[in-house]
């Protein structure tokens, strides 16, 4: 998973709680991305990372948020969870090697209940 | 608002056989289109991607065949194997410099009956 490593693998959680997703790269790319994915929807962009401390919204962010202190670091952080965001998260990174390849790490299943 | 439309949704192929993908776009500033393969429990892997000055590319049993003027681009997978099955996804970039997003098809999950 090109030195992609997300945590927890797997996570279930109450409605309301706050849950933070962590995705760590060996790899020092420059941009972070973080997806969930849906049946019959896709990959679908929550944020994305263009550098440390530099992130901006994908299309579907409402009620997540994230922050990047380091390169190494990109964390999702759903503030209080819903039902709605039981989802399988991925993050992926982007080497810019001369094409525009997405690498992603294995996924992160969470339930919200 | 989707702007890459996959279909089919679900495709079941017997082993030898060629699977067909189709993906259609509207943003006819896309510059890159990928296509992605998911195992159960993983994520998605690159397989091949192709560029919108060619119209086909292969790469051992897997050509993108792509046509500009439609605006549609698909996969075809020869000689099928049980070993392909998995779910398979289209992408397109949208040519900006900023975060190189891309932009995913819904998924076609393909299985390859033996």
């Known amino acids: 998973d090109a030195g992609i490593t997300q945590s927890p693998r797997h996570k279930v959680t109450e409605t309301g709680t706050p849950v933070t997703l962590r995705c760590h790269q060996t790899?020092?790319?420059?941009?972070m991305y973080w997806y969930r994915q849906d049946p019959g929807h896709g990959l679908r962009l929550i944020h994305y990372?263009?550098?440390?401390?530099?992130?901006d919204k994908g299309e579907v962010s409402d009620g997540y948020s994230v922050s990047r202190s380091k390169t190494e670091d990109f964390l999702l952080t759903l503030e209080s969870a819903t039902s709605s965001q039981t989802s399988v998260y991925f993050c992926a990174i982007n080497g810019l090697a001369g094409g525009n390849e997405q690498f992603f790490g294995p996924g992160t299943r969470l339930t919200v209940l | 608002q989707q702007q890459v439309k996959q279909s089919p949704q679900s495709l079941i192929v017997q082993k030898g056989g060629i699977s067909i993908i189709n993906c259609a776009y509207e943003n006819t500033a896309f510059d890159y289109f990928p296509w992605y393969q998911q195992f159960p429990g993983k994520g998605p892997a690159l397989l091949i991607a192709?560029?919108?000055?060619?119209s086909e590319k292969k790469e051992g049993r897997f050509t993108i065949s792509f046509n500009k003027s439609a605006k549609q681009f698909s996969l075809h997978i020869m000689d099928s194997q049980p070993g392909d099955s998995a779910t398979y996804f289209c992408?397109?970039?949208?040519?900006?410099?900023?975060?190189?997003?891309?932009?995913f098809g819904e998924g076609t999950q393909l299985t390859v009956n033996p």
């Open positions: 192709i560029r919108p000055d060619v």
């Open positions: 992408a397109a970039h949208p040519g900006e410099t900023s975060g190189s997003r891309l932009t």
């Open positions: 790899e020092n790319h420059r941009y």
């Open positions: 990372s263009y550098g440390v401390k530099d992130t």
